[in-house]
């Protein structure tokens, strides 16, 4: 789903050393991976995948609390500071931290989700040392210049101008403000032009003093680093942050449940159609029979029955899916697809009988052992670079997994029984209250509330 400008597309890599810090691995069974853990002798933690096949390092790393602690009236203030903390830093203007991290071959960007803000680094083994100090500046001493906030500003507001025109942007945030119409999920990350015009310089490095801190962050490193020197690098690098984040916590809460359908009119050929509900969060004993109904509903691709009565038999869509989207205070059930305005009431109709086809007659004994077959076969595909790994075990860290989860995650898949995932289903998929939303000129789809 479109949650917001992230600035990616103006970050750079340099030729050729592109190719070696994508740090592609084997593909090798989970198993086969050891993860360590490391304590600094300042007491900073991170999780470490030690190999030495290629020199490169990996590095993931997330704080606790991303856009959804933006104050009111500043939302985009995470996304803001995300784009701007590697332009300049320390005695570093933004034109000499940029060049600094291209002579080195240096990747560094960072990135703000609703629940949390963090980044990532990709450095050389020679190059480790510096690289890791540009990150200890970036977030400990960043400059926040007139330049970069004023270039910067202009080209988040240039996003949002073109978010504005985008209708699978325009469906995405429209849902979930109905979804969370009163609560902060329900704001866009990147924030409005409004929103964005109002964050001020103060208000950037309030968020860097107030948001950064040692005690609310997750670590992952792969590659080609020891573990006595990453510990030592632990405490250069991230030893200098506060060791408590200021008070601030997101509220627990559930999405609205309601039949409702909202239609956006805009003059584009082919709608976007967005729908979702109550789904179930990562700490839920059944997340697993739900993650396994989930491939079978929509997030099987080609096999998936949303897929196959959508796309195959009928023609609607090119594509439709859906997906578990767990927050840490609330949990989703998420789906699209696209199609012709002529189509979409059709399209509306098939989804909504499968949904309540799957909560009525569960899922078939072929069905479930195909689902596993996948899920379980197909895990060693998340392992094919550092950068996945390094994000993997930063997402173990934050939903307490366990370092040894990765050897456990396909006994839980293999755990699940018909019975778990029909009575999931039961639970979980609920028609009358799917809220959906159409951005296009739906033939016969008008708004119902």
Do not use: C
Request: aromatic share 6%; net charge neutral.
């Amino acid at each position: 789903m479109g949650m917001g400008v992230t600035g990616a597309g103006r970050r750079r890599l340099v030729g050729a050393a592109a190719f070696l810090l994508a740090g592609v691995f084997a593909l090798v069974p989970a198993r086969a991976i050891e993860i360590q853990r490391v304590v600094s002798p300042g007491g900073v933690e991170a999780w470490l995948v030690e190999d030495h096949t290629n020199p490169i390092i990996a590095v993931r790393f997330a704080f606790d609390g991303g856009a959804a602690l933006d104050p009111e009236g500043r939302e985009g203030l995470a996304e803001m500071v995300s784009s701007l903390l590697d332009e300049g830093a320390g005695d570093l203007d933004s034109q000499a931290f940029q060049r600094r991290l291209e002579d080195l071959a240096v990747r560094l960007r960072f990135d703000a989700g609703r629940d949390t803000f963090g980044g990532h680094l990709r450095t050389l083994t020679k190059n480790r040392d510096a690289a890791f100090d540009l990150l200890r500046l970036a977030l400990t001493a960043p400059r926040f210049d007139d330049e970069p906030v004023t270039r910067i500003r202009s080209q988040i507001l240039a996003g949002l101008r073109r978010d504005m025109e985008d209708p699978d942007t325009i469906a995405s945030r429209t849902l979930l403000r109905a979804l969370f119409p009163d609560h902060p999920y329900g704001r866009p990350v990147g924030g409005t032009p409004e929103s964005i015009s109002a964050i001020t310089t103060g208000g950037l490095k309030r968020f860097v003093g107030r948001r950064l801190a040692r005690a609310n962050l997750a670590i992952g490193v792969v590659g080609d680093i020891t573990p006595e020197v990453l510990a030592r690098l632990l405490d250069s690098t991230f030893g200098g942050l506060p060791e408590r984040a200021a008070p601030g916590r997101v509220a627990e809460t559930k999405p609205a449940a309601s039949n409702e359908t909202i239609v956006v009119t805009k003059p584009v050929p082919q709608s976007a159609i967005v729908f979702g509900q109550e789904g179930i969060k990562r700490d839920d004993p059944d997340f697993y029979a739900a993650f396994v109904m989930n491939y079978v509903l929509g997030g099987g691709g080609f096999t998936s029955r949303l897929y196959g009565e959508v796309r195959e038999k009928r023609g609607l869509a090119y594509s439709v899916y859906s997906s578990l989207y767990p927050l840490d205070r609330a949990a989703l059930i998420l789906g699209g697809a696209g199609t012709a305005n002529a189509r979409v009431a059709e399209t509306l109709s098939v989804v909504r009988e499968e949904w309540r086809r799957l909560a009525a007659g569960g899922l078939t004994e072929k069905e479930l052992a195909d689902a596993k077959t996948y899920l379980t076969g197909s895990f060693p595909l998340r392992f094919t670079s550092s950068g996945r790994i390094a994000s993997m075990l930063v997402g173990m860290q934050r939903d307490n997994l366990g370092i040894d989860y990765l050897e456990r995650r396909n006994s839980y898949i293999e755990a699940v029984t018909l019975d778990d995932v029909n009575r999931v289903a039961r639970r979980i998929l609920r028609a009358d209250r799917l809220i959906v939303v159409v951005v296009g000129e739906p033939d016969g789809v008008t708004s119902v509330r």
